[in-house]
Structure formats: structure tokens, C-alpha cells
């Protein structure tokens, strides 16, 4: 099959893949993992924003439908149990150090003034309530 660079790969580029294993080796992520490194995470996660999954079985499923892509974005496919058991033994200052990362490599390409309406676009999560609780 041919090769076609996604827009998805174009993306995880902006990321340097070596920059990242140092902040993953910096908190030592990929301690004791067999299979699922940290950047396989990331990368499912990143997928799961993007395209607005709602739930980990759809995620896994449509993630998992697109095999023929995983080795060029440098990924295996997944289940939803070793997703999740990732997601939970993995720390969140990995991320978080990725994250500010990317913010600083923003912050030299873009004004000021811009960097902080891009803050405000990555954090506008929406949190659901019960309005029976209040």
C-alpha cells in the first residue's frame, strides 16, 4: 500500500518523538510495560480528542479500524483494558510537562496576545452535571 502522511501525522510531527521519551524517561513512564510505551497513549488520546469519541470501547474500536496507519504514527493497536490500565498507572506529569512543552514551542511562533486565546481554546473542557444534586 502506498504511503499518504495524514493530517493526524502531521500533527504528532509537532511533537518531537525524542523530546517526548525524555520527559516520559525523566519520569520514568515506560518502567516496567511490556507493550504499551507511553507515547501509544498519547497518541490514542490525542485521536480520541479529535475525532470526539465518546466512550473507550468506541475509541478502541475506531482507532483499531485504522490499522494500516498505526506503524507510520509509530503505534500497535490497542483493547480498551490495556488503554485503560495505562491511562491509570501512568503519571499525569508526563503529560503535563508535554503540555507546557508545546505551550513554550507555541509561545515562540505566535504574539503574546494570542497564546493566551489558545490557553483558553485547549482548556474548554464541558463538564456535565446532575441537576438533581443542585
Request: aromatic share 12%; hydrophobic share 35%.
Amino acid at each position: 500500500m502506498k504511503y499518504r502522511n495524514t493530517i493526524f501525522h502531521q500533527l504528532l510531527n509537532f511533537l518531537p518523538r525524542n523530546q517526548f521519551q525524555k520527559i516520559v524517561d525523566q519520569h520514568q513512564g515506560d518502567y516496567r510495560t511490556r507493550k504499551l510505551n507511553t507515547w501509544n497513549p498519547l497518541v490514542i488520546m490525542l485521536f480520541s480528542q479529535l475525532s470526539k469519541r465518546q466512550s473507550l470501547r468506541d475509541l478502541t474500536d475506531s482507532f483499531n479500524r485504522q490499522k494500516e496507519q498505526h506503524y507510520h504514527l509509530g503505534v500497535n493497536s490497542v483493547c480498551r483494558s490495556s488503554l485503560s490500565d495505562a491511562n491509570k498507572k501512568r503519571s499525569v506529569k508526563i503529560f503535563q510537562d508535554t503540555f507546557f512543552f508545546l505551550l513554550n514551542k507555541i509561545q515562540d511562533q505566535l504574539p503574546k496576545k494570542d497564546v493566551s486565546q489558545m490557553v483558553r481554546l485547549i482548556d474548554s473542557s464541558t463538564i456535565d452535571l446532575n441537576f438533581n444534586q443542585f
